[in-house]
């Protein structure tokens, strides 16, 4: 069964910077696709960023310009450089991986921006 495992979430002031990782296990395939989103209290889930194919980047356009995705395929992990914070950036924040058209969610990592 895929695990996904999130870490580097917390909490930081407007302005500050983080930096999410989420390493996948359990499978030898390589995910088709892998990302983040984020649910703020009260409101839906979100995309944040995702790479596609290791190749197709998407970013939320709330987040371009901010925030960086990346990811090391062989590894099957990837990371969310989140620069520039602001209050509304807070959030659960989930990795997305997708393996064999199916999806897999990790645990959720709450990033509080606040002064």
């Known amino acids: 069964q895929v695990q996904l495992v999130e870490s580097g979430g917390g909490l930081v002031q407007p302005g500050g910077s983080l930096r999410l990782s989420c390493a996948a296990s359990?499978?030898?395939?390589?995910?088709?696709?892998m990302g983040w989103y984020r649910q703020a209290p009260g409101k839906q889930r979100e995309l944040v960023a995702n790479?596609?194919?290791?190749?197709?980047?998407n970013y939320a356009e709330s987040v371009k310009g901010r925030f960086t995705i990346s990811r090391h395929n062989a590894e099957n992990t990837v990371y969310l450089q989140m620069n520039s914070l602001k209050p509304e950036d807070t959030a659960v924040y989930y990795c997305?991986?997708?393996?064999?058209?199916?999806?897999?969610w990790g645990q959720g990592t709450q990033v509080t921006v606040s002064s």
């Open positions: 997305n991986a997708q393996f064999d058209l199916l999806p897999f």
């Open positions: 359990g499978t030898s395939v390589s995910a088709y696709s």
């Open positions: 790479i596609v194919s290791g190749r197709s980047i």
